[in-house]
């Protein structure tokens, strides 16, 4: 089973902030989606196949990353975006996801 | 517009079985694979199952293998869940989830909480 680790578990950070979030797999993997989770909510699809945005997620977001090591990066933080962002991998079975990394605004 | 509906949860003893449903609609259900997801309370994502378009394939992780099938319905646009055996492990709430592209769980239903407790 490839593990998913999510650094870090949780952050703050200030509206105009610039702010990553990494995810390492124990193993390598073709690419990394990322789900955003508001509290109380459902997740949403937010990137997929590593750096496609999501219909209707803001291009102040995105993906990078290969093999190993993954981030989901936003450009300037803003309000909305408090959530727990969540990695997952699907090139091997069974399916994982990273624990998540909660983002609060400062 | 795509809707989920998951129904079918609740409190349920350990060793007991339960059955989840979701509704789907908004795109025509045949055409997709379709997954549960849970997520026990204050803790992440997990995976459960997923099936083909017609059914003929499934796929679990170990952790609930042999112990819960999925089960789809294209003429009603329904997928289920039943969950033999439960363990209080199993205690989340349970997402339906319509895949996407490359194995992305592309929407989610609201989700139905399942409490395993005596």
């Known amino acids: 089973e490839i593990v998913l680790t999510q650094s870090p578990t949780t952050m703050a950070a200030s509206p105009g902030e610039k702010v990553t979030l990494t995810c390492r797999a124990s193993?390598?993997?073709?690419?990394m989606h990322w789900y955003q989770q508001r509290s109380g909510t459902s997740p949403k699809l937010w990137i997929y196949?590593?750096?496609k945005l999501a219909s209707g997620v803001p291009n102040r977001f995105s993906g990078s990353g290969s093999g190993t090591s993954y981030s989901l990066t936003i450009n300037s933080m803003e309000t909305e975006d408090a959530a727990t962002y969540y990695c997952?991998?699907?090139?091997?079975?069974?399916?994982?996801f990273g624990g998540g990394t909660k983002l609060e605004l400062k | 517009e795509v809707q989920l509906v998951e129904s079918g949860g609740g409190l349920v003893q350990p060793g007991r079985s339960l059955k989840l449903s979701c509704a789907a609609s908004?795109?025509?259900?045949?055409?997709?694979?379709m997954a549960w997801v849970r997520q026990a309370p204050k803790k992440g994502l997990e995976w459960v199952a997923t099936?083909?378009?017609?059914?003929?394939?499934?796929y679990y992780p170990d952790s609930v293998k042999g112990r819960f099938t999925i089960s789809r319905d294209n003429a009603k646009s329904s997928l289920y869940l039943q969950m033999n055996s439960l363990k209080s492990e199993d205690t989340a709430t349970y997402y339906c989830?319509?895949?996407?592209?490359?194995?992305?769980?592309?929407?989610w239903g609201q989700g139905t909480l399942v409490t395993v407790s005596s």
């Open positions: 099936i083909s378009t017609s059914g003929s394939r499934t």
């Open positions: 908004g795109f025509t259900f045949s055409n997709y694979y």
């Open positions: 997952q991998q699907g090139s091997s079975y069974p399916w994982t």
């Open positions: 196949e590593t750096s």
């Open positions: 989830a319509r895949q996407g592209l490359i194995t992305t769980f592309a929407y």
């Open positions: 193993s390598s993997v073709s690419y």
